[in-house]
């Protein structure tokens, strides 16, 4: 029983609102996504991940709600894993299990198919990205980049409409960068890629330009990116890293 | 030098840790707190000496009133109830198992791992808990044993989950299983 | 990491806590030496008065730590009900009261730095048996300080778990989780040595 990725998804954003400590990290967004390839940028503390894991469900909204093809994930995580997976900044905060093979059925088994399924669709998943040789590899043997990939790969697996990514090169070289965003690239279903680097979303079709919580541009991602990088660029020119947040 | 303070100090932060992050099950949906496991990896992982330190520098940070013990508990305060035996019997819990790891050198380090932490972790603590407990409560130790029982089954399990994640962590890092090399 | 120091000052605020340490457990074995109900009960209501005066919002700080004991009162209660020995029920429950309610009152009117100064006070003879001072400061201030890093990391754990199952994450995390810490004490350890270590540098 495998869903087809390519089909289309709507995610709907009303009013969404986060606070945490009496801080407010999001303050009511209002907004739909339904292109294929989306992206948010924004300053570090300017929401972006928390808004990830609003979408994902991985966390309630404060007010307002967050759904996806009308379902709203944080209350059905069974639903959840079938929409979508997510994939996060650092993969030793990220893979659970000590060999691969583990870590890629571990979700096919959440997902309730039995073992031996389980253990076929790994292999079909190691074979699709040609790395069937790493089928009884130990992570701990991993490199940086090759770990990302486990991640990516755990996700794949479970064939979700939508894959978020939460800033997910971060730190990585430029050749291991370039092989992920192809192993992305040809990914049947959405895609919705958070980042603060505007050169990872060349490519992709909407663009939503978060500041401070709020939406403060969207559109084409030509349009809202060069806007964004001018107006980071006039920041940089400031010294507001000296301000301390009360 | 720095390497043992890191790594004391560490696994005393993991200890507290445990208690902040949200509960882990057993995986059929039964809770488990999984602070006395941080106890029983001290042991197993670290050895003797640096696991029992690790444990002391952890309750030291308790009774000077951080709230570490899970649920927010801390302060002199919880050396000051009936289960404060418990507490008191965490150091030597670690110090038991890690010494057991230490010399017991044949056979797999999971077998070795589970009856370290079963002798120490339960025994040893179980021993200084029902002491404690028997004084609080002015019962015999068998009363205030009687009382503990229920908790045991559950402790097994965990002796039996630190025999497999210290065999799982030497597997994946061996250099860090310190109680199987020099002292 | 906050402490459990009160922000409500009181006198006892200002009192030297080695004082204080040491009042307690005199105080402390005392009670466990009176037997006689009428006398516990009185020291109880001194207690419960020392609280109150300190105001509405410290003595429910104080009251909430009796959730640490409130199944052993349960069960001493329904013991000593089902033995008929109402007597000696009473006297443990209200010295169980006392002891807990004295030394978290030492706890709520001890500031942290106060309690370090007498850890180093006590530790120093510990000097003699090879135990580093700098050390052992050092070691406080890193749990401190990285506690909840440890925790923020523990619970990217838990929610990576959570992207990709609907259930509660089980013992299994401990694996990632332990080698976390064993990673961050390797990056600790460098720094440390990069900053010197514990051997202050000699003066030329």
Known sequence: MTRNPADPVQIALTDLCFAVDGKQILRG????????????????????????????????????????????????????????????????????????????????????????????MTQATLEEFGKSHWIDA????????????????????????????????????????????????????????????????????????????????????????????????????????????? | ????????????????????????????????????????????????????????????????????????RGG????????????????????????????????????????????????????????????????????????????????LIKAVIAGMLTAALFKARPASVLSRYAA | MISLTSPVKTRAHGWPAGLKLAGLCAATVGLFFIQNLAVHAGILCVIVAIYASAGPLFFKTGLRQLRLIWVFIAIVAIWHIWTGDIITGGTVILRLVSALALANLVTMTTRLTDMIDVVRVLTAPLARLGLNPAALEMAIALVIRLTPVLAQKGGNLTQAWRARSPRKPTWQILLPFTVLALDDADHVAEALRARGGFTPMKED
Request: hydrophobic share 50%; with cysteine.
């Open chain 1, 29 to 120: 967004i209002t907004h739909d996504i339904s292109a294929k390839r989306t992206g948010i940028v924004g300053r570090n503390g300017s929401g972006k991940s928390t808004l990830a894991r609003l979408i994902a469900g991985l966390v309630p909204p404060t007010t307002g709600t967050a759904s996806i093809d009308g379902h709203d994930l944080s209350q059905d995580r069974k639903q959840a894993l079938i929409d979508v997976g997510i994939l996060f900044q650092n993969p030793d905060q990220q893979i659970i299990f000590p060999t691969v093979r583990e870590e890629i059925s571990f979700g096919l088994r959440q997902l309730g198919h039995p073992k031996a399924r389980a253990d076929e």
């Open chain 2, 76 to 155: 002199l305060g919880v050396f000051a109830t009936p289960s404060a035996g418990f507490l008191l019997g965490w150091p030597f819990a670690a110090l038991v198992t890690g010494l057991i790891v230490e010399k017991w050198r044949g056979g797999s380090l999971a077998v070795v791992a589970g009856v370290a932490s079963v002798i120490g972790g339960i025994v040893v603590m179980y021993a200084f808990g029902v002491a404690g407990m028997s004084v609080a409560l002015d019962k015999s130790l068998v009363e205030a044993a009687v009382l503990v029982t229920a908790f045991i089954p559950g402790d």
């Open chain 1, 138 to 246: 130990h992570v701990h043997s991993l490199s940086q980049g090759q770990k990302h990939l486990v991640c990516l790969m755990a996700i794949v697996a479970m064939t979700p409409k939508l894959i978020i990514l939460d800033e997910p090169f971060t730190g990585l070289d430029i050749p291991t960068k370039a092989q992920l965003t192809r192993a992305l690239a040809q990914y049947h279903g959405n895609l919705l890629h958070i980042t603060h680097d505007p050169a990872d979303l060349a490519g992709y079709d909407h663009v939503i330009w978060l500041e401070a919580g709020q939406v403060a541009q969207t559109g084409d991602a030509p349009a809202v990116l060069n806007a964004y990088v001018d107006a980071m660029t006039a920041i940089g020119g400031t010294d507001d890293i000296a301000d301390i947040a009360s």
């Open chain 2, 1 to 72: 030098m720095e390497k043992n303070v890191a790594l004391i100090a560490l696994f005393a932060a993991l200890i507290a840790a445990l208690g902040l992050i949200p509960k882990l099950t057993l995986g059929f949906g039964v809770p488990i707190t999984a602070q006395t496991l941080g106890v029983m990896l001290c042991g197993t992982v670290l050895g003797s000496k640096r696991g029992t330190l690790s444990v002391l520098l952890f309750l030291l940070l308790v009774a000077i009133g951080l709230p570490l013990l899970s649920g927010g």
